[in-house]
Every structure is written in structure tokens, then in C-alpha cells.
């Protein structure tokens, strides 16, 4: 089994930043991907943004050139920088980690942001 402890959420005011981070441990396996969804109330779970072990990243439309994923790989940790946020963006966000070429998947247990005035 793999655990996913995220952090790092919070209330921020529009413009504002956030840095989320997620931890995972277990039975950690490579290689891996690792990134960030988010669910709005009322709306479908979407990808954020996700990265491999060799630096590969992948983010959404609405998020590029505002958010940066990042990963310590010795750390078997992802970070979500998130900048100049906009009221879209509250969501619940949570953490995922995806075998690669290994049918195996795990979630956090979400952390919510907020952003208002």
C-alpha cells in the first residue's frame, strides 16, 4: 500500500499563492507519475498538473503559466506552486500517484483551497 499525505491548503485572496505539497510512503514503486486534481463543487474531477521521475510535466490549460509542479524523487514527494489564483481555481486538491506500466493508483485526501475576497 502507498499513502498520500497532502498539505498546504488554505484560504488566499485573488492574486494570491499557495504552495501544496504531498508526501507519499509505503510500498513505493517506480517508476511512477505523480500529480494534482482538483474537483469543484458541482463539477467533475480534472487533471491539474502531473510529472514523471525523469521531469516530464503536463498541466492544464486553465493552470499553464500559473501553477508549477514540481518532484523530489528522493523524497517520493510533489509540490503544486500555485500563483496568481483566481476564484475558479477553489477546488478540493488532491494528490495521485500512478504506476507506470503497473496497474496500481492512489489518492489523497484532498485539501481544500479557497480563494475569495
Known amino acids: 500500500q502507498v499513502q498520500l499525505v497532502e498539505s498546504g491548503g488554505g484560504l488566499v485572496q485573488p492574486g494570491g499563492s499557495l504552495r501544496l505539497s504531498c508526501a507519499a510512503s509505503g510500498s513505493i514503486f517506480s517508476p511512477y507519475v505523480m500529480g494534482w486534481y482538483r474537483q469543484a463543487p458541482g463539477k467533475q474531477r480534472e487533471l491539474v498538473a502531473a510529472?514523471?521521475?525523469?521531469?516530464?510535466?503536463n498541466y492544464a490549460d486553465s493552470v499553464k503559466g500559473r501553477f508549477t509542479i514540481s518532484r523530489d524523487n528522493a523524497k517520493n514527494t510533489v509540490y503544486l506552486q500555485m500563483n496568481s489564483l483566481k476564484s475558479e481555481d477553489t477546488a478540493v486538491y488532491y494528490c495521485?500517484?500512478?504506476?507506470?506500466?503497473?496497474?496500481?493508483?492512489?489518492w489523497g485526501q484532498g485539501t481544500l483551497v479557497t480563494v475569495s475576497e
Open positions: 510529472a514523471t521521475s525523469g521531469g516530464s510535466t
Open positions: 495521485n500517484l500512478k504506476g507506470v506500466g503497473v496497474d496500481r493508483e492512489y
